[in-house]
């Protein structure tokens, strides 16, 4: 087993010990959450978007999976991993890390933490791999482009890609918080208005730190033959130096592999490099009831999980990471 595995295991152990020894006393974890964005769209904000040939340039994506081994009412005991994926043309360099994580709450406190907890080993991954970027190379997080205040990712990140002089993108796979004028969805009325087969609207909404946006949110369709449209912040530093249009146009040059059609590949990779296998989660479950027992609290964890997952076992699922191949809390 590697080493980082077996303190992995000790950190859980320890701590379920402490929980059946001394309880848990339920605490609400503050977490602002992104607020709801009501944008009335207008036509002269949408801008074609060109072609371009991006063979010099670099882009680096991380993304990050959250996999259940055990839960009960009051905690979760999860495996992260997150992935890098670089792409250069058509070369790829990837990597990713894993980690057991113990996770104290309900599951709506637990629901926050493992976000805040994703943030953090995106970030930090990222962080280990701008050594691998020069000016004007990309990097494009999973996500909005909030920093900082314990709300999403860390403003070291963001000033290191500013010290750099990095294209630092933040892509959303789904944007539930972009609506019209009408509480519609903002991303299937702008498509309506769209005349160009790929383009760019900016800005939905202008940065403001204030509230810790630190990009402009546009949305941008990437590929003319695919009809997705995505949400993508753009710094503020690049805006003040590029146009948007100029700033988004190289993806289009990495949003035609026909695995994602419409969606960056290295973002693609890096989501797909961040998969956890059954049978890796298995040997982790295995491993961790190993330590368990070993040291004298399996049972009482064992029936705390009885507790809760009879709904799973009506539906035919014996382990919590079956139900869900993304994150369930």
């Keep these: 087993m590697y080493a980082e595995v077996k303190t992995d295991l000790q950190d859980i152990v320890d701590a379920l010990r402490n929980y059946v020894e001394k309880g848990w006393s339920p605490v609400s974890i503050q977490i602002r959450e992104e607020p709801r964005l009501l944008e009335n769209p207008s036509k ?46 058509r070369k790829v360099e990837w990597g990713h890390k894993e980690k057991l994580q113990f996770v104290p709450g309900d599951y709506l ?66 944007s539930p918080m972009l609506h019209d004028s009408k509480g519609r969805d903002l991303v299937a009325t702008v498509y309506e208005m769209a005349d160009y087969p790929t383009w760019i609207y900016h800005p939905a909404r202008k940065a403001d ?55 960056p590949i290295a973002l693609w990779l890096a989501h797909d490099f961040s998969g956890i296998s059954n049978s890796k989660l298995l040997y982790y479950h295995d491993q961790l009831e190993k330590v368990l027992k070993e040291n004298g609290i399996f049972e009482r964890i064992r029936r705390e999980e009885l507790s809760c997952n009879f709904p799973d076992e009506l539906h035919g699922f014996k382990y919590p990471f079956e139900k869900e191949l993304i994150e369930y809390v």
């Design 44 to 89: 002269e904000k949408i801008k074609p978007l060109r072609k371009t040939s991006a063979e010099n340039i670099r882009f680096l994506a991380v993304d990050c999976s959250t996999r259940t081994l055990k839960r009960a009412h009051n905690w979760g005991i999860y495996v992260f991993r997150v992935a890098y994926a670089l792409v250069q043309n």
């Design 109 to 174: 406190t637990r629901g926050r933490l493992l976000r805040r907890l994703r943030f953090e080993f995106e970030s930090r991954m990222a962080l280990e791999k701008l050594n691998l970027l020069s000016e004007n190379d990309y990097l494009l997080l999973d996500g909005a482009s909030y920093f900082g205040e314990k709300k999403g990712f860390p403003i070291m990140l963001y000033g290191k890609c500013q010290e750099k002089n990095l294209k630092l993108l933040a892509i959303s796979k789904q």
């Design 209 to 263: 730190k204030n509230e810790h946006l630190y990009g402009d949110i546009c949305l941008i369709k990437l590929c003319a033959e695919s009809p997705r449209v995505f949400r993508c912040d753009i710094m503020d530093y690049l805006i003040e130096r590029f146009e948007p249009s100029e700033i988004v146009s190289p993806l289009t040059s990495i949003s035609e592999d026909p695995r994602c059609l419409g969606y």
